[in-house]
């Protein structure tokens, strides 16, 4: 059974950072195709940041393109989602998710910020800016 654990959430004033870590149990991170999401209340869940399992591609939202990073730390066996410069705006509940990788050329396709292609779930992580 795949367990996807996210962890690293907490409050930051505006213009902080935080770093969150996501791991999947029961394999390595270089299976899958990793996923940032996130949900604020009242408002649907979007995708924020992806990485492809061989960690040659990304993708951001624009809302956070420049801001947040993702990266796969292989030692740790984890991805992790830096983000800088937050804003009210980012408090949300963070949610990571894993993608079997569908065998497209990673370089030539960014992996996906679209809910339907993920197929494990981790339970969330809350990250709260204020000023």
């Known amino acids: 059974q795949v367990q996807v654990v996210e962890s690293g959430g907490g409050s930051v004033q505006t213009g902080g950072s935080l770093r969150l870590s996501c791991t999947v149990s029961?394999?390595?991170?270089?299976?899958?195709?990793i996923g940032w999401f996130r949900q604020a209340p009242g408002k649907e869940r979007e995708g924020v940041a992806a990485?492809?399992?061989?960690?040659?591609?990304?993708h951001y939202a624009d809302s956070v393109k420049g801001r947040f990073s993702i990266s796969q730390d292989r030692a740790k066996n984890t991805v992790d989602l830096q983000m800088n410069s937050l804003k009210s705006e980012d408090t949300a509940m963070y949610y990571c998710?894993?993608?079997?990788?569908?065998?497209?050329?990673?370089?030539?396709?960014?992996?996906?910020?679209?809910?339907?292609?993920?197929?494990?779930w981790g339970q969330g992580t809350q990250v709260t800016v204020s000023s």
């Open positions: 029961e394999s390595t991170i270089t299976k899958y195709y």
């Open positions: 998710a894993a993608a079997i990788p569908p065998g497209r050329d990673t370089l030539l396709y960014p992996p996906p910020i679209r809910e339907a292609e993920y197929n494990y």
């Open positions: 990485i492809t399992h061989d960690g040659w591609n990304t």
